[in-house]
């Protein structure tokens, strides 16, 4: 059997390696348009400032160590660029020759491309360049060395623009972000992204959100936003998002759908039997609600090609789909989410409520220890969970990936406290901050407690809820303070409680929400209608830093 592969990155590459390993008689033929096989893309960005120094180290493996190790033929700087699906035929190109091959077994993993727009001026820029390979990487690096730039605009602030911004800026540029959307790292929460933000700005980025590029003038050193605003130039990254690579597929008449993605069923079918698919190009099942997504991501990517491989070996196994799990450094900050947010749930129409915590890294009376803030996302009265996110210096990526793990396990949030963890003072504490974030959304299911968003917190204000602050008066002084209508310390509030009205409802708040949570419970059980502040003053502080009172 004769099965050939489009694509010699992360899906395709695991696939051409698994086959093999499962059969030694599978003649395996991998196809690649670039140079470039098995290389690692998520590391170019790294490569830009020097932190990854070697280029070597992003080429994970060649074509005569493939063909060495695995006896797979690997033709590199070769496009397919036709199917003759009645035939069983792929129309090649390479350096101007065409020829056909044919296959019993066909693998398509294109991936995607980066997302380029009509913008006005594009195309007579000088100075605009994308990231996906590692060609893209030499002529980023090679514009640098030679040109010298000074100002460095990235255009985009998902997670591949965040870590170019993060890179240029430590390669000596002057870097600024430019974000259509309101927020930058779309897949987290307003909350969540502006701790990011905020330390953008610390590093010295500047960042404009809610404001596309709309325009390029004089060869791209001008940039003109949409609000008006115009941005000088030496160097410009777009990192708008990306979208697969599908023209192959469309040409051969596979069914394509979900912006452009490529139409599988469980076992990477296509709607022709001989031809699979897999990786970024793909339409993938969003687990959590059984809808349709794209997911591109790398570990996704990689599982679905040894999944194919099992699949036409004669192996059961099945494309369950993915939920969406993923992290990114920006300075000494990491942010990770897994699964659905707000904006998300929203739009499906899916009733939720959220909790945040702040806990520490490991334990605070330890050197080092770092907060961590988590945001947990479930289901209000059965507990299933939606998502979560996390950002901070030290273990967002321990916890964000046991989170994911228990997304992925069907987990609830009744399930969170039982997990256990390792424990010494150096690695993490007793009371882990995935138990107790389980803990907080426990006590909401279980109607505990009742809890308030930041951005819920004015309208109930309006409607005449008192807003109670139970920290300490230093800390209103030295930190500030959000309009507080009372202010009583928490170890006073049992012998104060006459001071509040019964008649309102009390929203209770603190630095982080733990002892605004305690004031709660006190409240509660002295017959006050109470709601706990989420995230309490560190949230809303983070995301409305103009509305703080000194």
């Known amino acids: 059997m004769r099965v050939v592969i489009v694509g010699g990155v992360a899906g395709g590459m695991s696939a051409a390696t698994r086959l093999r390993r499962l059969s030694e008689e599978t003649e395996i033929i991998v196809l690649e348009k670039g140079p470039y096989v098995s290389f690692a893309n998520c590391g170019l ?20 160590q493939l063909k060495r190790r695995f006896n797979i033929d690997v033709l590199v700087e070769t496009e397919a660029v036709g199917i003759d699906r009645e035939n069983k035929q792929v129309s090649i190109k390479s350096h101007g020759k065409e020829e056909q091959l044919s296959y019993d077994k066909l693998i398509l993993s294109p991936g995607a491309a980066p997302l380029v727009p009509p913008i006005d001026g594009l195309a007579e820029a000088r100075n605009v360049y994308t990231l996906r390979n590692v060609p893209d990487v030499d002529k980023i690096t090679a514009a640098i060395a030679e040109k010298q730039p000074k100002k460095a605009v990235v255009i985009g602030a998902g997670f591949i623009g965040l870590e170019m911004a993060e890179n240029l800026k430590q390669s000596g540029l002057e870097v600024t972000i430019v974000e259509a959307a309101p927020q930058i790292l779309p897949p987290l929460d307003r909350e969540m992204a502006a701790f990011v933000e905020n ?66 069923d469980e076992n990477y079918q296509t709607n022709d039997p001989d031809i699979f698919a897999v990786g970024d190009a793909i339409i993938v099942n969003q ?29 059961k196994r099945k494309n369950k789909g993915s939920i969406g799990t993923a992290i990114v450094r920006v300075f000494d900050l990491a942010a990770a989410s897994t699964g659905l947010n707000e904006r998300q749930l929203t739009d499906l129409g899916i009733a ?23 945001k947990l996302i479930f289901d209000p009265v059965s507990g299933k969970l ?94 500030g303070s959000i309009g507080e209508d009372i202010n009583i310390p928490l170890d006073e509030l049992r012998e104060r409680v006459d001071e509040l009205p019964k008649d309102k409802q009390i929203i209770v708040s603190c630095q982080s929400g733990q002892r605004s949570y305690l004031a709660e419970r006190i409240l509660k059980n002295n017959g006050f209608n109470v709601k706990n502040l989420d995230g309490a003053f560190q949230i809303y502080s983070t995301v409305y830093p103009e509305e703080v009172k000194k």
Do not use: W
């Not at 960005?45 to 005569?64: A, H, K, M, N, W």
């Not at 708008?240 to 596979?254: C, D, F, R, S």
């Open 45 to 64: 960005p790294y490569f830009v400032s020097g932190e990854i120094s070697e280029r070597e180290e992003l080429i994970l493996q060649t074509p005569d």
């Open 199 to 264: 330390c953008l700005k610390a590093e010295g980025i500047a960042v404009y959100t809610g404001a596309a590029a709309e325009s390029f003038k004089e060869e791209g050193q001008i940039i003109e936003l949409g609000t008006g605003e115009k941005i000088t130039s030496d160097f410009t990254i777009l990192s708008i998002g990306v979208k697969p690579v599908n023209e192959l597929a469309v040409a051969a008449g596979l069914a394509t759908g979900l912006r452009g993605g490529i139409v599988v």
């Open 287 to 315: 687990q959590i609600t059984n809808t349709e997504a794209m997911i591109s991501l790398a570990s996704p990517a990689n599982r679905q090609g040894r999944q194919v491989a099992d699949v036409i070996s004669g192996m």
């Open 352 to 374: 939720y409520k959220a909790v945040h915590i702040t806990a520490k890294s490991h334990a605070g009376y330890f050197p080092e220890s770092q907060p961590i803030t988590l």
């Open 386 to 479: 939606f998502g979560a996110q996390a950002v901070g210096k030290d273990g967002v990526d321990k916890r964000i990936d046991t989170l994911a793990t228990a997304i992925k396990a069907e987990m609830t949030v009744m399930d969170l406290p039982e997990l256990e963890f390792t424990y010494a003072p150096p690695f993490g504490s007793a009371k882990d901050p995935v138990n107790m974030i389980g803990y907080a959304a426990l006590n909401i299911v279980e109607g505990l407690s009742d809890n308030l968003q930041f951005y819920e917190l004015k309208e109930a204000q309006k409607a005449g809820a008192v807003f109670l602050d139970v920290r300490n008066p230093e800390e209103l002084k030295n930190n």
